[in-house]
């Protein structure tokens, strides 16, 4: 689902305009960032939380030239499923 479809599908389900459908979630995604940019743990009921960690510099190996470079230590997201949405991909058709 990209942007787009969310808006449409959030419009459609609370019968908004997609005008403020579309401020409502740009607005939301901008506090996420700020939040997230503070080192603050957004958590969403049903759904999961998301927190700012640390990866640690490691070094890594081209697997064709074997070259090592090192990759400096980083910032990024890490998402932990709550267990109802856990439960309910148990749920899915495996194909």
């Known amino acids: 689902m990209n942007h787009k479809e969310l808006t449409n599908s959030i419009a459609a389900k609370l019968d908004m305009p ?3 459908v579309e401020k409502l979630l740009g607005d939301t995604v901008s506090i996420f960032v700020e939040h997230l940019s503070a080192g603050t743990t957004i958590g969403l009921q049903g759904f999961g939380n998301m927190e700012v ?3 640690e510099e490691r070094i890594s190996v081209h697997p064709a ?3 090592r470079t090192l990759v400096p230590p980083k910032l990024v997201v890490s998402f932990k ?3 109802i ?3 309910k991909l148990k749920e899915l058709p495996h194909e």
């Open 18 to 20: 997609k005008a403020e």
């Open 53 to 55: 960690k640390k990866k």
């Open 65 to 67: 030239t074997q070259v």
């Open 81 to 83: 499923q709550s267990n």
């Open 85 to 87: 949405l856990k439960d």
